[in-house]
């Protein structure tokens, strides 16, 4: 079985070359990527949220993680927006306690908050919570973070080539073709 560094490599190499930028970034990629697939893989659900501007991002995340087409089981993930709508009123430390409480209750094999956007945002505050959320930062170098620069290629296409690298990855660990070791 190969490591998921090496899976990854052969992957971004395999892509067109618009997907070279990810070559040098893969350090900064497996380890949060292979934290989380691990606890996907223990049965934890995952919450998606993004900033603003990249809310259509949560929406094309939760349509391709599950469509049928992937031949895989289904996995536990949805939009935190819809099942909290009226997250973007939260603003004290007290209001994100009880929604972590509500959401322990509601995700008893628990659960870790993916959320991609700008470190500035209305909602990285309760990403920012706990260090076991996945992590996709924009222009912000945040700790257990994959920092993603917006630079010479545009940042929706590195948000869909991402996507699509992580769910090969999530495909790959599934099937045994890589080790999360």
């Known amino acids: 079985m190969i490591s998921i560094l090496n899976w990854t490599l052969e992957v971004i190499r395999k892509e067109d070359s618009s997907f070279s930028w990810m070559e040098e970034c893969r350090y900064d ?14 049965g934890q659900s995952i ?11 949560a929406k094309y ?27 973007d009123k939260m603003t004290t430390p007290q209001d994100l306690d009880l929604l972590e409480d509500m959401l322990d209750i509601s995700y008893p094999n628990g659960y870790f908050v993916w959320y ?20 996709w930062i924009i222009d912000g170098d945040i ?20 996507f699509k690298l992580f769910n090969n990855t999530i495909d790959a660990s599934l099937f045994n073709e890589l080790s999360l070791e």
């Open 29 to 42: 990629w497996v380890p949060v990527v292979q934290s989380a697939i691990s606890k996907m893989l223990e």
């Open 116 to 135: 991609i956007g700008t470190p500035d945002s209305l909602y990285s505050k309760f990403a920012f919570r706990n260090y076991e959320n996945l992590l």
């Open 143 to 162: 700790p257990n973070s994959f920092y993603i620069r917006n630079g010479s290629t545009p940042l929706d296409i590195k948000l869909i080539q991402l």
């Open 47 to 57: 919450l998606i949220l993004t900033d603003e501007p990249r809310g259509w991002y």
């Open 61 to 87: 995340i939760a349509y391709h993680m599950n469509n049928l087409k992937n031949e895989r089981p289904f996995l536990p993930i949805y939009n935190m927006k819809s099942v909290f709508p009226n997250l």
